[in-house]
């Protein structure tokens, strides 16, 4: 088990230092740089502040300067003070070493567009937002798909099956960008239940969150149909009823406990793709989250703030998915690590 | 979802039965028979049927021009629709909007015909449902056949790939990929790969870009599938038998595997064409995608959710569009899962 995790630690710093590389190189091939003339900078101006972000370096230096400010975890002591350039995103003090020390580690640089800011204060700002928003997806998920796919298959091939199935089908084929417009203009506009868009509120957070989990819900509810028709067709179900268990007890729980294993190991990589794909969401209800600064980051050639975006979210899948793992393995013991 | 027709469960002598009729006729053709007797698999294709002729007769069909501006006709809707939206009263009554019955569903902020823009928009929808397969099924297959036979090294690398391709958030991989293939294109010297490429992107109204994007990221899921299914079949005593008659292995790899291992792939790949449909109106609707005058659903829903509450006609018909076809290949993915593994009928 510890080598197993140890050595996916690892696989996962070799994924993300290939990540990074991709992400850098197309950055860096696209023409045009934060600080362009066409952007009304003069051009002494231009070079001194590339200079001071390092952009005039060649391009292989800055590509290990950035790698290297993120992986390698520094040691500081009582004289640490933040700036722009030393923003670590962990920090874990180490009272041992004296007062102030810490253990600091990702620095993922200041931001090369939003000033006097650092992509790790951004984050810090954003990050939360983009997750509180994904959990309450996730919420909407679970609470509409689990429910939905246990009736249809208790109620196999009958009108709550199907009832409960092609509401399953229609949520996969509302994209967001379909589904949020409507919300608001229903919602919003025509019955002004909710705020149309903003945050900061628990009614600011309804919408987005059911037009980003509603799809989600879908999948959910196909996924614990077909587990709990599969487990209701094994032996230990027809054991159960012939103990002369009630249906209730049979059901809840034999079946369920069982039904319900895979269910649990998507919430996992479920969780990661929604706080991971909430900006369409962000963009049309004006969610502050992390989504905001994507495009226009892109756009502005704004390098860190995109790099450490694609980096920080690559993290989120693959610990994802590496739960799963290890939840699999857990759960069934005759899957071993391999 | 399961056929409404088909009865749950068979006695073995029904079965028999079925096995005596169906013998003579190919597993295709049986398969075939299966996905047309269940009707919302028929409605689905339909749906696509009818989208197909839309796209290839737009010319023929549109009543406009989709890119021609009449301003003085801008957010125009003819009288049912405000009919069904009360709070679109017309400027007779001392409401807002200009009442012009040309416009079947109405004109948008620039004075296009929407009805017009929604038919050629069925042209972008209907080629990226086809173009993300066909990268899937190119580059996908290949990896996964190859990882999943040879196995060994090869195997191990490509699944690592893969795997790394996995790591990188989907959409924010295809928004940088946009990027750079727009910018890197933009204003390069004639003559080179980028111009050429770059010309292109422009002659098809932004397409090419999109399809290339959206090829980029695709291919990865059908690879591990297909790797899956060789793994499966591999050792079965078939292959080995066409071994042993001294089958080459491009032979072995395309008439005796993939054969028999194509209805996974193609139920899979169905299943996943909504997802690229919405990964270019998403595109479009964040200005990536398609370049205007070019209609493309998801950016005729951009510009009408702007003004959604005085004009909800110009978001909500290319929405309806958008929605059926997604719909359509749900059903359609659906029908094919049932059809191609009666096994799965009724088990997701």
């Known amino acids: 088990m510890f080598r197993f995790i140890v050595r996916r630690m690892l696989w996962m710093f070799l994924v993300l230092f290939v990540v990074s590389a991709i992400t850098f190189v197309l950055l860096r091939a696209v023409p045009g740089g934060p600080f362009n003339s066409e952007r009304g900078v003069p051009a002494p101006v231009q070079r001194s502040l590339e200079a001071k972000f390092n952009l005039d370096k060649p391009l292989i230096e800055q590509y290990l300067k950035y790698v290297g400010d993120i992986l390698i975890p520094r040691l500081t002591g009582p004289d640490f003070k933040r700036s722009l350039t030393e923003d670590?995103?962990?920090?874990?003090?180490?009272?041992?070493?004296?007062?102030?020390?810490?253990?600091?580690?990702?620095?993922?640089?200041?931001?090369?567009?939003v000033r006097s800011r650092t992509v790790n204060q951004l984050f810090l700002e954003n990050l939360p937002v983009s997750i509180q928003l994904g959990s309450a997806a996730l919420a909407v998920a679970l609470a509409i798909g689990v429910p939905l796919g246990i009736i249809a298959a208790l109620r196999r091939n009958t009108a709550a099956d199907y009832a409960s199935m092609g509401v399953a089908i229609i949520g996969v084929s509302i994209p967001i960008i379909i589904m949020a417009p409507f919300l608001q203009y229903l919602f919003g506009v025509q019955w002004r239940l909710l705020p149309v868009s903003g945050w900061g509120t628990i009614q600011h957070l309804i919408m987005p969150a059911f037009a980003l989990g509603f799809a989600q819900s879908a999948l959910m509810a196909r996924l614990t149909r077909a587990s709990l028709l599969q487990v209701l067709g094994e032996d230990y179900i027809r054991t159960a009823r012939a103990k002369g268990l009630s249906e209730r007890t049979v059901i809840l729980l034999h079946a369920l406990k069982n039904a319900l294993i895979p269910v649990v190991t998507v919430i996992g990589p479920l969780f990661?793709?929604?706080?991971?794909?909430?900006?369409?969401?962000?963009?049309?209800?004006?969610?502050?989250?992390?989504?905001?600064?994507?495009?226009?980051?892109?756009?502005?050639?704004?390098?860190?703030?995109?790099?450490?975006?694609?980096?920080?979210?690559?993290?989120?899948?693959?610990?994802?998915?590496?739960?799963?793992?290890?939840?699999y393995a857990w759960l069934d013991p005759r899957i071993r690590f391999a | 979802?399961?056929?409404?027709?088909?009865?749950?469960?068979?006695?073995?002598?029904?079965?028999?039965?079925?096995?005596?009729?169906?013998?003579?006729?190919?597993?295709?053709?049986?398969?075939?028979?299966?996905?047309?007797?269940?009707?919302?698999?028929?409605?689905?294709?339909?749906?696509?049927?009818?989208?197909?002729?839309?796209?290839?007769?737009?010319?023929?069909?549109?009543?406009?021009?989709?890119?021609?501006?009449?301003?003085?006709?801008?957010?125009?809707?003819?009288?049912?629709?405000?009919?069904?939206?009360?709070?679109?009263?017309?400027?007779?009554?001392?409401?807002?909007?200009?009442?012009?019955?040309?416009?079947?569903?109405?004109?948008?902020?620039?004075?296009?015909?929407?009805l017009s823009r929604i038919i050629y928009g069925a042209r972008i929808s209907l080629l990226v449902a086809f173009v993300g397969p066909l990268f899937a099924v190119l580059i996908g297959t290949t990896v996964g056949m190859a990882a999943g036979y040879f196995g060994g090294r090869l195997d191990n690398l490509l699944m690592r790939i893969v795997d790394i391709m996995y790591a990188f958030p989907t959409l924010l991989f295809i928004i940088l990929l946009m990027t750079f293939f727009r910018f890197s294109t933009a204003t390069p010297e004639p003559g080179t790969l980028a111009f050429a490429l770059g010309d292109l992107d422009r002659r098809t109204g932004g397409m090419l870009f999109v399809f290339i994007g959206i090829g980029m990221t695709s291919w990865m899921q059908m690879a591990r599938l297909v790797r899956g299914q060789v793994l499966s079949v591999r050792e079965q005593e078939y292959v080995q038998a066409a071994r042993a008659t001294g089958a080459t292995t491009p032979r072995i790899m395309l008439s005796h595997i993939l054969p028999?291992?194509?209805?996974?792939?193609?139920?899979?790949?169905?299943?996943?064409?909504?997802?690229?449909?919405?990964?270019?109106?998403?595109?479009?609707?964040?200005?990536?995608?398609?370049?205007?005058?070019?209609?493309?659903?998801?950016?005729?829903?951009?510009?009408?959710?702007?003004?959604?509450?005085?004009?909800?006609?110009?978001?909500?018909?290319?929405?309806?569009?958008?929605?059926?076809?997604?719909?359509?290949?749900?059903?359609?993915?659906?029908?094919?899962?049932?059809a191609l593994d009666p096994r799965m009928r009724g088990v997701d």
Do not use: C
């Open chain 2, 260 to 338: 028999n291992i194509l209805g996974p792939l193609i139920v899979a790949e169905t299943l996943t064409i909504p997802t690229y449909i919405s990964y270019e109106a998403f595109l479009s609707f964040i200005g990536l995608g398609v370049q205007q005058p070019t209609p493309s659903w998801g950016s005729m829903i951009a510009d009408g959710a702007r003004q959604i509450a005085s004009y909800p006609n110009q978001a909500l018909f290319p929405a309806l569009a958008l929605f059926l076809i997604m719909f359509a290949f749900n059903f359609l993915g659906d029908g094919l899962r049932d």
């Open chain 1, 272 to 327: 990661a793709a929604l706080v991971t794909g909430t900006f369409v969401t962000e963009t049309i209800f004006a969610v502050p989250g992390m989504g905001r600064y994507f495009v226009t980051s892109v756009t502005n050639r704004d390098f860190t703030v995109v790099m450490g975006t694609i980096l920080l979210y690559a993290v989120f899948l693959v610990l994802a998915n590496m739960l799963v793992d290890i939840l």
């Open chain 2, 1 to 114: 979802m399961t056929s409404t027709t088909h009865k749950p469960s068979l006695t073995a002598a029904e079965i028999a039965q079925l096995d005596e009729r169906r013998r003579g006729e190919s597993l295709w053709m049986s398969a075939w028979k299966r996905l047309i007797r269940n009707r919302l698999a028929v409605i689905g294709l339909v749906i696509i049927g009818l989208n197909i002729l839309m796209a290839v007769f737009a010319p023929q069909i549109a009543p406009r021009e989709y890119q021609k501006q009449i301003l003085t006709d801008k957010n125009s809707a003819p009288e049912w629709v405000t009919t069904i939206f009360p709070n679109m009263l017309p400027t007779e009554k001392g409401g807002y909007v200009q009442i012009n019955n040309d416009y079947l569903l109405g004109a948008d902020n620039l004075g296009r015909d929407l």
């Open chain 1, 88 to 113: 670590y995103l962990i920090n874990v003090p180490v009272p041992i070493l004296g007062e102030g020390a810490a253990f600091r580690w990702m620095n993922f640089g200041p931001s090369l567009r």
